[in-house]
């Protein structure tokens, strides 16, 4: 160590390196009291306090004055919650130029969808995961000009290289808004390291005048619908430009039912052959049974909505042993891993605890194992041999226990 530095280090807090480190895991409120120390302790605490903005949880990051925000702006990474037009207006200042992830809303007015692409244009090669969503959800929303994707905002501008830059997104996701298909085309050109796009409730409409595949994506959120269009509309399938894509997770509305197996079979095997990772929301009920039964092969990891869990879905993974990996149910209402409240068990009539463990005991490659609601009887766990040796992550309800207590008891037992 410098003799100098030394012999001004009297605790470990007086190395700036120390200190800029811990910074890292504190939370806004423990970084400015750390700010607050001294001059030396602002310039290694500052950081911390200004890395994320979530509006929801600070909304008086509007009344902030401009000259605060144009000091301090070039140091925020993260802004989440930005929803009406205050926030985001209060978002677009030029110094706020540096940002890696975004979560915004949009289409209530234009003046704000006029923020929310400047915002973007702004950050466009800092920014590494991006989400806007429409304020409101309209079903008319392809005759509303607020509601359509702004193309621009996800081109980078000319810098002063010949080159003209590329967008540094990752991970896209739009919500109940629309585009075209070149309007898709343009912004997959432009993300060369887009590796996850999402498009909930967004529709893709108008036939494309030209054709782009996109080898870095390999993970789509989309619609029934949008992967097996009705042959009348002459639309071609988002599969179609991306043949590396190994997750999708996809859904279908209760009244317009599932596509005949055999289109959606063959858009799969003519498109994204390297297809192994489902997750299935809507009427997965009836969907499960469908698509590992009749469409797909070789699956390796199935996550399913909570009331998708069936008689026929069980028989239906089970085809899959071996080859998969992993099976879990996801909650539409969201899942506090938090909370000391005990959600209900999930009640189904349809599956018995007998039939439930068919998954355990056949899938010898199984390493997640995610069931919150699903309660197991251990009488009948023990009835039969796992042949899952290599589980990493069990997610279950234990019949019994059903309180903090006897919960906490028991781990304490596990664990001496």
Known sequence: MDTTVASTVRT????????????????PKDALSCALVSKAWTLDFVSAIWFKVDLSLHP?????????????GHRIRIVD??????????????????????????????????????IITRNNTSLRAVRV?????????INHANYHVSVPAFLPSPGVLPARPSSTIETLTLVSMWMTHDDLIMILEASPRLSKLRLTQTDVVGTPTRFFQHPGITSLLTSLKSIVPEVSTGLPSLLSYFPNLTALHTW??????????????KAFERYCPLLSQFKLGGDSGNTIPEFFTNIVSNVTRITFQE????????????????????????????FDYENEEVPRVLENNDVSGEMMQEIPR???????????????????????????????????RVKGLDTKEKILRTIALWRA
């Open 12 to 27: 470990p807090f007086d190395l700036p390196e120390l200190r800029l480190r811990l910074s890292r895991f504190l939370a």
């Open 60 to 72: 008086r990051f509007v009344s902030l004055p401009t000259d605060v925000i144009a000091k301090h």
């Open 81 to 118: 919650n930005a929803r009406i037009i205050s926030q985001v207006s209060t978002l677009d200042h030029p110094s706020i130029n540096k940002l890696r992830i975004l979560q915004m809303e949009t289409a209530a007015y234009s003046i704000q969808c006029r923020h929310v692409c400047q």
């Open 133 to 141: 969503s429409a304020t409101y959800t309209r079903t008319d929303k």
């Open 252 to 265: 279908h509305s209760y009244s317009s039912g599932i596509p005949p197996s055999a289109r959606i079979k």
């Open 307 to 334: 009331t998708g869990m069936t008689s026929k879905a069980v028989a239906a993974i089970v085809l899959h042993q071996a080859s998969m990996i992993k099976v879990a149910q996801f909650y539409m209402t969201g």
């Open 362 to 396: 056949k899938c010898s490659h199984l390493q997640r194992l995610n069931l919150h609601r699903h309660e197991m009887d251990m009488d009948v766990v023990e009835s039969g041999e796992w042949k899952c040796k290599d589980l990493r992550k069990l997610r279950i």
